[in-house]
């Protein structure tokens, strides 16, 4: 969804559980996708990448999915911890642009016990 | 060393103050950027260097100047900021502007303007 004002979309899980984070990107050209974990009072982190030649990569409890038919990108987090709690930002860009990243509105994950 | 590292963490200055922030990467990355992030918001390109030269600039006010002395350095010079430039400024890095692999972000600096 896209955030309205100050609000971010939320999505609340359950310690344990797995998670799946959603981003609609724009830009049919786009070849490079990233997802970025920011943690309040800190820079966005790495998490993982997809080029647009592949539909999934896996990560240690992490899984990014591509559709480019749609233009979607989701996240899955499996075994949610606390830890996780964070803003989730999807980025995407392409060879040309001169290393621009377009993120996403993000996604505000909230892990309770 | 994986990291980009940015000081300082925190910086309050006035309107007529001059400051810089610097920014560091030792990962033998080629580009770096400027972003700029308010809050509840995605950050926002400033500038891009790739291979020392600037190559994008979003756009941004003259109050804001970029600087990258070497392959590893970039800094960022204000001068006459407003209230409404604060935010959290963040330093990134990666291989090269076409090759983006290893894109990393630093910590940022959390800057307020009074």
């Known amino acids: 969804g896209e955030s309205v004002g100050l609000h971010l979309p939320t999505l609340s899980v359950q310690e344990g559980d797995n998670s799946i984070i959603n981003c609609a990107y724009s830009n049919s050209a786009s070849d490079y996708f990233i997802w970025y974990k920011q943690e309040s009072g800190k820079g966005p982190q790495f998490i993982i990448d997809?080029?647009?030649?592949?539909d999934k990569r896996q990560g240690q409890r992490v899984t990014v999915l591509l559709n480019k038919t749609v233009k979607h990108l989701s996240l899955q987090i499996a075994a949610t911890q606390p830890g996780d709690s964070a803003v989730y930002f999807c980025?995407?860009?392409?060879?040309?642009?001169?290393?621009?990243?377009?993120f996403g509105a993000g996604t505000q994950v909230v892990v309770t016990p | 060393d994986t990291e980009v590292t940015q000081t300082p963490k925190h910086l309050v200055m006035g309107m007529t103050n001059k400051k810089s922030l610097k920014c560091e990467q030792h990962m033998g990355h080629r580009a770096m950027y400027w972003y700029k992030q308010k809050a509840k918001k995605p950050p926002e390109l400033m500038f891009v260097y790739s291979y020392e030269k600037l190559s994008i600039n979003e756009s941004v006010p003259s109050r804001f100047s970029p600087e990258c002395p070497n392959s590893s350095l970039l800094n960022l010079h204000l001068h006459a900021l407003q209230p409404e430039d604060s935010a959290l400024y963040l330093c990134?890095?990666?291989?090269?502007?076409?090759?983006?692999?290893?894109?990393?972000f630093g910590s940022g600096t959390r800057l307020t303007v009074v």
């Open positions: 990134a890095s990666s291989q090269d502007s076409q090759r983006h692999y290893g894109y990393t």
């Open positions: 980025a995407e860009t392409q060879t040309d642009s001169w290393g621009k990243l377009q």
């Open positions: 997809i080029r647009s030649n592949m």
